[in-house]
């Protein structure tokens, strides 16, 4: 049982470039999250997906997209890589039915933008 | 905006001694709490978690006591051990909303031998 997958694990982009995130997960969750982690403050939410083919703005979406086009599959994609955006990103998903289950997080991508 | 403040950021603690790490959230909407364990090079992973229905519920040498009226909970680990040393977590979020999961900022938590 491999829980939530993430590829790749490390990446270094120039500035301008394009890449995308994968996360799968294979628990038939509903729900998904891509998280951003940045020294002291904690994970912040960039987009969520309550079911295939949904997708919603978390709390920092701005540069990114996502797409949802399978249920076990979340993909976030940065179109224009900027500094700003390194950091280290978490994928997670969830049972769904409401928050109140615990998320289950993959072992993170550090990318790094020069 | 809706926010959970946790401290200290950093705890040394003896081999042996108790650690506690403390949260504060601002919705009193909320009613579950877990706590997260992250080590080096890995994601978050759930260690305990709280509902609040209940004031304190304990798993081993782990326990998480909640105050409601306070909006405030907390995560006690007795007889620490090396293997305690990382990053720790807390959460707050209700079940009205998908997206509301906030985290606490973290705590690294570092077990003296």
């Known amino acids: 049982n491999a829980g939530v997958t993430q590829t790749p694990k490390f990446r270094v982009l120039k500035t301008g470039q394009s890449m995308t995130l994968l996360c799968a997960q294979d628990?038939?969750?509903?729900?998904m999250y891509w998280y951003r982690q940045d020294p002291g403050m904690g994970l912040r939410l960039i987009h969520y997906?309550?079911?295939?083919?949904?997708?919603a703005k978390g709390e920092v979406p701005d540069g990114y997209n996502v797409s949802r086009l399978k249920k076990q599959n979340f993909l976030l994609g940065l179109e224009s890589a900027a500094p700003s955006q390194t950091s280290v990103y978490f994928c997670?998903?969830?049972?769904?039915?409401?928050?109140?289950?615990?998320?289950?997080f993959g072992d993170g991508t550090r990318l790094s933008i020069l | 905006g809706e926010n959970v403040e946790q401290h200290p950021s950093t705890l040394s603690v003896q081999e042996g001694d108790s650690a506690v790490i403390k949260c504060t959230y601002s919705?009193?909407?909320?009613?579950?709490f877990p706590w997260y364990k992250q080590e080096l090079g890995k994601g978050p992973q759930l260690i305990i978690d709280?509902?609040?229905?209940?004031g304190e519920k304990k798993d081993q040498r782990i326990a998480v006591t909640l105050n409601k009226t306070a909006k405030h909970f907390s995560l006690h680990i007795t007889e620490t051990q090396p293997e305690d040393s990382a990053v720790y977590f807390c959460?707050?979020?209700?079940?009205?909303?998908?997206?509301?999961?906030?985290f606490g900022s973290g705590t690294r938590l570092s077990i003296r031998p």
């Open positions: 997670a998903s969830n049972p769904g039915g409401g928050s109140n289950q615990p998320q289950h």
């Open positions: 628990m038939n969750h509903e729900y």
């Open positions: 997906s309550v079911g295939e083919g949904t997708t």
């Open positions: 919705d009193s909407a909320s009613n579950y």
């Open positions: 709280i509902r609040s229905n209940v």
């Open positions: 959460a707050a979020s209700k079940a009205s909303s998908a997206s509301k999961i906030i």
